[in-house]
């Protein structure tokens, strides 16, 4: 059973996750994965992963865990957290501990081994947003969890140990620090301005015009203003909602459109470039907040995290946002 | 001039450090340094650094930036921070922002190319210490400082640019929000139980004895209970002082000693591995607080950061502390 550690001075969580099984003898500085090989993703080789949990695109009357799928969720086979038991926390002298409850799924976004985010058509990328929404509804059914994380990792250098295109989904028994910090900050201004500072945010770049990426009807694509890395990317829904669930079908379709435009401009600058993305949402147990706003936040892997940034929570981004943006702007696609 | 930028939302600052040059199509992934070739921090090099802010062990009488020292400290040739200037903040909308003023040195360990940390006996450690109290009590003459980072980054892996063993500081004029809340979260303890947390860390460490690696008079080394990523150490002094400034020269020896022996345990178990290191102490301006107790974290460079710990601010950890710390103790020298 995984175990959740809290640190006692800065209140950082962290899972561990001994089930992973790393021994000392194992850490080989910067392995590389091998590339081609065999795909637990693919089609056809559904029976090497857990059964799934959800799956569109099937013939009606097709068995579950049988090929002809467009996107399928599965069971992480490696999971960072365990869906069976019980919650209990408990201390040890000063420091405090519960177990590993949560549940870790796989996003397999196409069946297409060599397709990229960037390459999907937005008329079958919107199916992943219905996933993500379909999933967090079903996993807020278990009333253990409190917040779902959903997260891609592209490319090795930003985390990713399978090829085939993926997301993930953490389902978790309490709310993130980062999370509860956001929503803190949003809080704060909103208190003092009685305005939400995503949608102030929203007003300001459409004025000043210099860090806007690509936008549509329902969405914008900016540089923020405060990147932590070059070409940093966040999608912003241009009507205020806190909940992700709360996302209907016409702004589904425009997410798709806007979310392939950020990620082809992206790879049109820097072929294959490894990236995080995360969705910022609303907790499970409190998602219609006046103060706070859903959205994509976008991380292209092209610094490095040292001892200055573990240190101080800064980071050192040698490309302005305004120079990026306009950049990503005008590339012809 | 670099910039210093507050993202409105949580807080988090940001250096657009836009005179380190980098374009878009810079950026190449994961690029590799060559190694060998002319090295600017060796004996006979001095030229090609700026003029040095301190030197140690050379005779009576030799001109600054000549040979024969056993330290140098010189500012960094491509600096995140500019020393010259006033400080200004300023608003843009709802966004902060301030000028780039800092100084960023870096601290040359050793004249010796091929040595590392683990290689430096202890008595000649032991000056690496003297540097960086050194430089901290200059630059806290500076009273547009409030706060000295002092960092190592070893190994490609963990962002060293420069093969030569060295370290790195940064005089910022800002408390990092990462040092606030470590002083916060220990005070908010203090105010609760009257004791220092890091000082009830120590008897607890003592007392249960499962996650020291070692110790001697002054000083414990130990696998922290929530360690962010395999084989991190925690050094704590047992005398509880705040500020790093106030160390004297018994402790600097202990210093030595301990820190030399956890980095050779570390190499012995996994050689080479790349590791960023802080040093946690109180900000210049307030330097004795009952509830805070300077210390340095080492990090070994053996996860990824990826979406997950992007989104949650958790990390996912696959060996258990107190594993690690048997494995490290029980290494023979």
Known sequence: MPELRKDPIVGRWVIIAKERGKRPSDFVVEKEKTKG?????????????????????????????????????????YPALIIEGDLWKEGEGIYDKMNGIGAHEVIVETPNHQETLADIP????????????????????????RYVMIFKNFGQAAGASLEHSHSQLIALPIVPQLVREEIKG???????????????????????????????????????????????????PKRHHSDFR????????ALAEIFSEALRRLDAAIPRCPFNYVLHTAP??????????????????????????????????????????????????
């Open 37 to 77: 090989g065999f795909c637990p993703l693919c089609p056809g080789h559904e029976y090497t992963t857990p059964p799934e949990v959800l799956a569109y695109g099937r013939p009606p009357g097709a068995p579950p865990n049988s090929p002809d799928w467009t996107l399928r969720v599965v069971p992480n086979k």
């Open 122 to 145: 937005p008329e079958r990328l919107v199916q992943v947003y219905w996933a993500y929404r379909d999933r967090m509804v079903d996993l807020a059914r278990d009333h253990r969890f």
């Open 186 to 236: 949003a809080k704060l201004y909103y208190d003092y301005k009685e305005r939400c500072i995503f949608c102030d945010i929203i007003h300001q770049e459409l004025q000043q015009n210099i860090r806007i990426i690509c936008e549509n009807e329902e969405f914008l694509c900016i540089s923020p203003f405060a990147p932590r890395s070059p070409f940093e990317m966040w999608i912003l």
């Open 246 to 253: 709360s996302v209907d079908d016409k702004q589904f379709r």
């Open 284 to 333: 499970l147990r409190e998602s219609y907040l006046e103060h706070y706003h859903w959205h994509f936040e976008i991380m292209p892997k092209l610094t490095r995290i040292a001892g200055f940034e573990w240190g101080t929570g800064f980071y050192i981004n040698p490309t302005p946002p305004e120079e990026a943006a306009r950049f990503l702007r005008e590339i012809t696609l």
